[in-house]
């Protein structure tokens, strides 16, 4: 990309975002010439789906408008939200997150040499760190902590104490990255306002944050790791990729709450841009027509809404614009020893539980007993008899 005048660049880093929190603070930065430096962090538990793609957009849009990014790697987070995911995987599962967020990013069109990946327990675990931990708790009520973590953390009527502590890590991440602004989900809004409170109570500066959409799963509702028919793995191969789009709820006529018209306006739309030409095409041969070619996410909408754009054209376009963004991340994938022998290390496969062998038995329901057959029961009266005879004898 050329380089960008100011407001070209806020321009580019507040595009689809849902909500952002003091953008003044990065206002500031840019029109003193200086690049503002975001962190995005991500606990390192479940394999990275095409959900991803939402918030892996936004960092290639705030690398292209010269944001210094860093990208925050929670291995210690992994655990503390309720032993997500088990301490042995986790070492094994940062290396995962960095291949494939490093191959995300440069699917999206942009360079990662202004990419910086921390490991959350190179610093966590030092005495300073440690101490403001302790000091937050002596300012955080179980409550605020309790509300902070609520859309973020698991919760139950008798959660772990490291739940309450997670909140209070994120917030204090902000001043040991340096950064001066944190990007996530809007689910993150209720922690992100704490640490607009929380932080100036130690001495340290208010960030800006911000937020993008929680865009819905493939079958409606959010996006769910666990959810096999709700996401699509980053190394989902083509055939599995079109079988769970083609199954993808899109009721015709019904825009609000589509989750492919959602990827449109917030990954294929911007990558598109970022890779020079911003259109999302809709091919239409098989009607003998001219495809629809779209720019914006609003035409597309009320074409959707009219009927012009049906499930049954807008499924293969969409099928077709994250094949060439899965392709270049599988390929990476394939050309990485490294990468497919951490994959097994990282998520192991599951171990196939040993088949119990029924007893069959010597009759079936309804069979005659063969001439002289007598139940066991009688035979064993029968031996009892003949034991108490001989003993009278």
Request: one cysteine or more; proline letters at 6%; hydrophobic letters at 40%.
């Amino acid at each position: 990309m050329a380089t960008l005048k100011p407001e070209e660049r806020m321009a580019l880093i507040k595009e689809n975002l849902a909500e952002f929190l003091n953008p003044e603070i990065l206002e500031s930065i840019i029109n003193e010439g200086r690049n503002p430096r975001i962190y995005w962090g991500t606990a390192t538990t479940g394999r990275p789906h095409c959900g991803y793609l939402v918030a892996g957009v936004k960092m290639a849009q705030l690398l292209a408008a010269d944001c210094d990014l860093v990208i925050l790697l929670a291995d210690i987070h992994g655990f503390l939200d309720n032993l997500k995911a088990p301490i042995e995987l986790v070492a094994h599962r940062v290396k995962y997150y960095r291949f494939a967020i490093s191959a995300l990013l440069q699917a999206c069109g942009v360079s990662i040499d202004r990419v910086e990946f921390v490991l959350g327990s190179s610093y966590q675990k030092t005495p300073d760190y440690i101490m403001d931990i302790y000091k937050m708790c002596s300012l955080t009520s179980e409550h605020d902590a309790k509300k902070a973590g609520a859309e973020v953390v698991k919760q139950s009527a008798n959660s772990p104490l490291s739940g309450l502590l997670y909140p209070i890590l994120q917030v204090l991440d902000e001043q040991y990255l340096n950064v001066d602004a944190q990007f996530g989900g809007l689910d993150q809004r209720k922690l992100f306002t704490a640490a607009k409170e929380w932080l100036p109570k130690l001495g340290y500066r208010q960030r800006a944050h911000l937020m993008n959409d929680m865009i819905p799963g493939l079958q409606g509702g959010k996006m769910s790791s666990s959810d096999e028919n709700s996401k699509i793995d980053l190394l989902d191969p083509p055939d599995v990729v079109t079988k769970k789009i083609k199954k993808a709820e899109a009721a015709p006529r019904v825009a609000e709450g589509n989750g492919l018209l959602a990827y449109v306006e917030h990954v294929f739309l911007p990558v598109a841009e970022l890779k020079g030409k911003r259109e999302f095409i809709v091919t239409r041969e098989r009607d003998g027509l001219e495809p629809l070619v779209y720019t914006n996410i609003a035409q597309m909408r009320s074409d959707y809404e009219n009927d012009v754009l049906t499930p049954q054209l807008l499924k293969p376009a969409v099928t077709k614009a994250l094949h060439d963004i899965l392709i270049p991340i599988q390929e990476a994938y394939n050309a990485s020893k490294e990468w497919q022998e951490i994959t097994l290390l990282a998520f192991p496969p599951p171990e196939k539980k040993a088949k119990k062998v029924k007893k069959i038995g010597t009759r079936y329901p309804g069979q005659e007993k063969p001439a002289g057959a007598v139940d066991n029961v009688t035979d064993d009266v029968a031996n009892l008899k003949l034991e108490t005879e001989k003993s009278e004898a």
